[in-house]
């Protein structure tokens, strides 16, 4: 089965930047939507970003467009989120994900199968 490994959150300051790592290993080939998403106590968990594994498709929630770099090293097995410009309402535990299928939208949460255990990102103000 696929398995995910979310490694690098930290506390930071405000404006600072931080890159999240996502470690992929089982069996993953054809068409997968890989994702990143958060979340924090009394909130549904939210979509921040997707790529599709072949990079025929990149998206980002509006929230952090301009902000935040999803991308991939298939060599290591590795999917990044490079996130810049921090804010305190950046603060969430952050998960990656990855569904076998076309990726063609941001989707939602329901749309992904396999989930890390996630990793801590505090923004300090």
């Known amino acids: 089965r696929v398995q995910l490994v979310e490694s690098g959150g930290d506390s930071v300051q405000a404006g600072g930047s931080l890159r999240l790592s996502c470690a992929v290993s089982?069996?993953?080939?054809?068409?997968?939507?890989m994702g990143w998403f958060r979340q924090t106590p009394g909130k549904e968990r939210e979509v921040v970003a997707v790529i599709a594994r072949d990079y025929s498709y990149t998206n980002y929630a509006d929230s952090v467009k301009g902000r935040f770099t999803v991308s991939q090293d298939h060599t290591r097995n590795m999917l990044y989120l490079q996130m810049n410009s921090l804010k305190a309402e950046d603060t969430a535990m952050y998960y990656c994900a990855a569904d076998p299928r076309i990726c063609r939208s941001l989707g939602s949460v329901h749309e992904f199968r396999f989930w890390g255990q996630g990793t801590q990102v505090t923004v300090s103000s």
């Open positions: 089982g069996y993953i080939v054809g068409d997968y939507c």
